[in-house]
Nanobody, 123 residues
Framework: QVRLLESGGGLVQAGGSLRLSCAAS????????MDWFRQAPGKEREFVAG????????YYADSVKGRFTISRDNTKNTVYLQMNSLKPEDTAVYYC????????????????WGKGTLVTVSS
């Protein structure tokens, strides 16, 4: 069992920045691939960014490339999402998720989910 807890969401103006954190507890964090997803009101949950267990492989949705950066600190059991140049369309609940099999991008392959943190970007 892995428990995930997101933090760092809030209200920010367009063009601003936020850093989300996801703290993991339970099974060995360093063995999991980690992703961030988001879900805007009335929309399906979508992939945002992913990082391999070692941190050597990174994956991003086209909509956030060049603006968001995913990273992890296995000594702190934490994965981060640095979000810069935020846009109103980035407004959503952001979720972190863990995959025990090293998979990314699809909600159906993730084994564990956090409860999410709300990011609101005002225009």
């Amino acid at each position: 069992q892995v428990r995930l807890l997101e933090s760092g969401g809030g209200l920010v103006q367009a063009g601003g920045s936020l850093r989300l954190s996801c703290a993991a507890s339970g099974r060995t964090f360093s063995s999991f691939a980690m992703d961030w997803f988001r879900q805007a009101p009335g929309k399906e949950r979508e992939f945002v960014a992913g990082i391999s267990w070692s941190g050597s492989s990174l994956y991003y949705a086209d909509s956030v490339k060049g603006r968001f950066t995913i990273s992890r600190d296995n000594t702190k059991n934490t994965v981060y999402l640095q979000m810069n140049s935020l846009k109103p369309e980035d407004t959503a609940v952001y979720y972190c998720a863990a995959s025990s099999l090293g998979r990314h991008r699809y909600t159906g392959v993730m084994d564990y989910w956090g409860k999410g943190t709300l990011v609101t970007v005002s225009s």
